[in-house]
């Protein structure tokens, strides 16, 4: 029995140790649409054209830093900068340990309402949000207070818009909301269809500008001496020290990857490097997986077949 044991159970941690290593690339599936169907379309095409083993890792922003930084995760398919800037610092500009490709794609963020609401209730400025008569048109739960969708829970867009709104005024007002984009989508729909106010965070590139008739509220434009965010991670008293009363500065969707991989993988890193979609594929994107409902991983295939041009551009310089 010892003499068994002897061998066979380091014959079984060598198995595990081996299956935990037998992935060439492990990509980090976020859980937004368009980065999770972005993630996808990347294990095809290493798969399919680089002849590599690649392995899915779900995991929030922090999680897939943290893992590109230990190496047990290796690409990040969009990262948001400014919204997640707090990591880029760390583990870009910090620690190293992750790379950002080069090539970025320009996005907007703001505040947004239906085209019809707007008009009906002349809302055209954030400010108008600090308006009481404002705000409980847009309160469903009968408290006085409107309600706001401001992200869903884990984005790094939630604390900053709660900044915006302590800047501007309008946490006076508001109750502001951090819950799943399936309901947010969901009672989005519902007050299209019924022509009642429904004030949210907004971003471009994204299915709802093609879908709907949207309003993005004016506001100053950013300012970069007064705009001070800090995260919750940051600092205990991040809300209080914070200050945003302009608005957003230009978003830039960046692939990230681990440093690591350089050594270990050069042809995928030079492919990860040259990846690069247009803000008109991310809105299609961002449709087929939001309206259309569809696997991230069915769509990827199709999706690759039917670019191929697309896809050689980022395989050869």
């Known amino acids: 029995m010892n003499l068994i044991s002897k061998w066979v159970f380091p014959a079984i941690l060598y198995l595990f140790v081996g299956m935990?290593?037998?992935?060439?690339?492990?990509?980090?599936?976020?859980?937004?649409?368009?980065?999770?169907?972005t993630s996808y379309i990347l294990k095809v095409v290493m798969e399919e054209e680089l002849g590599l083993n690649?392995?899915?890792?779900?995991?929030?922003?922090s999680v897939i830093f943290e893992g590109m930084d230990r190496g047990s995760i290796d690409v990040h398919p969009e990262v948001w900068l400014p919204n997640q800037q707090n990591l880029s610092d760390k583990y870009v500009k910090g620690r190293g340990t992750v790379k950002q490709s080069p090539n970025g794609i320009l996005a907007t963020q703001g505040?947004?309402?239906?085209?019809?609401?707007?008009?009906?209730?002349n809302?055209?400025?954030?400010?108008?949000?600090?308006?009481?008569?404002?705000a409980r048109l847009f309160d469903r739960n009968g408290d006085g207070l409107g309600?706001?969708?401001?992200?869903?829970?884990?984005?790094a867009s939630g604390p900053v818009e709660r900044v915006r709104a302590k800047s501007y005024g309008y946490d006076?007002?508001?109750?502001?909301?951090?819950?799943?984009?399936?309901?947010h989508l969901a009672a989005l729909d519902a007050s299209v269809k019924s022509n009642t106010p429904y004030v949210f965070f907004c971003y471009a590139p994204q299915h709802l500008f093609t879908l709907y008739e949207l309003v993005k509220l004016k506001e100053p434009p950013h300012n970069p001496s007064t705009w001070h965010v800090l995260q919750p991670s940051e600092d205990p008293e991040w809300l209080a020290?914070?200050?945003?009363?302009?608005?957003?500065?230009?978003?830039?969707?960046?692939?990230?990857?681990?440093?690591?991989?350089?050594?270990?993988?050069?042809?995928a890193t030079a492919f990860l490097r040259r990846f690069k979609l247009s803000s008109e594929q991310l809105n299609s994107i961002s449709y087929a997986m939001a309206v259309d409902k569809l696997d991230p991983a069915s769509f990827a295939e199709s999706w690759v077949k039917e670019n191929p041009n697309v896809v050689q551009s980022w395989l050869h310089d």
């Open 20 to 37: 935990a290593h037998a992935a060439d690339v492990v990509v980090g599936v976020p859980n937004w649409p368009t980065a999770a169907a």
């Open 54 to 61: 690649v392995e899915m890792q779900n995991g929030t922003n």
């Open 111 to 121: 505040m947004c309402v239906t085209k019809a609401i707007s008009e009906k209730y």
């Open 123 to 134: 809302i055209k400025n954030v400010s108008d949000l600090t308006d009481p008569k404002i």
């Open 147 to 155: 309600e706001m969708w401001i992200g869903e829970p884990s984005a």
């Open 172 to 183: 006076q007002t508001f109750t502001l909301q951090e819950v799943d984009v399936a309901l």
């Open 241 to 267: 020290k914070s200050n945003a009363d302009s608005a957003w500065p230009d978003a830039y969707l960046y692939l990230h990857y681990a440093k690591s991989l350089e050594g270990r993988q050069p042809v």
